[in-house]
């Protein structure tokens, strides 16, 4: 078992930064790949960005592509989303997610992911 946990969402302006964080505990080393997701009210949850483990692949939704970095620190466990000039569309409960599973790895499909992090909310305020 992996569990999950993000921190750092928060209320912020429109055009600001913020850095969310996703701290991983338990079987992490089984952890193949690593990814963000969000869900906006009354929206279906939808990709944002994803790291492998091993090798670094970034891989990022064309909606934050350009303002954002996903990242790791394999020494803590820990995953970060730098996200740059917010915009009240970024507005959401963001969401960590693992894999531990092999086979066919697509980035950007929720089912593909073993373990959830409970989100963390990103209100961008114009």
């Known amino acids: 078992q992996v569990q999950l946990v993000e921190s750092g969402g928060g209320l912020v302006e429109a055009g600001n930064f913020l850095r969310l964080s996703c701290a991983a505990s338990?079987?992490?080393?089984?952890?193949?790949?690593m990814a963000w997701f969000r869900q906006a009210p009354g929206k279906e949850r939808e990709f944002v960005a994803a790291?492998?483990?091993?090798?670094?692949?970034?891989y990022y939704a064309e909606s934050v592509k350009g303002r954002s970095t996903i990242s790791r620190e394999n020494a803590k466990n820990t995953m970060y989303l730098q996200m740059n000039s917010l915009k009240r569309e970024d507005t959401a409960v963001y969401y960590c997610?693992?894999?531990?599973?092999?086979?066919?790895?697509?980035?950007?499909?929720?089912?593909?992911?073993?373990?959830w992090g409970q989100g963390t909310q990103v209100t961008v305020s114009s």
């Open positions: 997610a693992a894999r531990s599973s092999r086979g066919v790895y697509l980035p950007f499909a929720r089912w593909v992911y073993d373990y």
């Open positions: 338990g079987r992490t080393f089984s952890s193949l790949a």
């Open positions: 790291i492998k483990w091993s090798g670094g692949n970034t």
